[in-house]
């Protein structure tokens, strides 16, 4: 089982970005899937999640407006898209995907099975 993140790079201020994770080796589409986010020495923490369906998306406290989490079944793929970047997006992301729970979104590196390679946001200002 595999999750291949992409999308990550250098933007301005302001500017938007677009990661994308893809996943082989199993059908997610009963899957909850998150993003997580993690600066250098720091924890790892919840972004967004989005349940299996796609009907439910969670996110941490005042990303929502700014992030959306979306996901396409057919294409076994998580989006996190991301508008009015600020300096402090700047980390490396993560997708994961928690295969135990059902419907559940979890904000917890426990609920999650698989995870992605970190892909890394630098917004300058």
């Known amino acids: 089982v595999q999750l291949q993140a992409s999308g990550g790079g250098l933007v301005q201020a302001g500017g938007s970005l677009r990661f994308s994770c893809a996943a082989s080796g199993r059908t997610f589409s009963s899957d909850t899937m998150g993003w997580f986010r993690q600066a250098p020495g720091k924890e790892r923490k919840f972004v967004a999640g989005?349940?299996?369906?796609?009907?439910?998306?969670f996110y941490t406290n005042g990303l929502e407006g700014r992030f959306t989490i979306s996901r396409d079944n057919d294409k076994n793929t998580v989006y996190l898209q991301m508008n009015s970047l600020k300096p402090e997006d700047t980390d490396a992301y993560y997708c994961?995907?928690?295969?135990?729970?059902?419907?559940?979104?979890?904000?917890?590196?426990?609920?999650?099975?698989?995870w992605g390679q970190g892909t890394l946001v630098t917004v300058s200002s």
């Open positions: 994961a995907a928690g295969v135990r729970y059902g419907d559940y979104i979890g904000t917890e590196i426990s609920d999650y099975d698989y």
């Open positions: 989005i349940n299996g369906r796609g009907g439910r998306t």
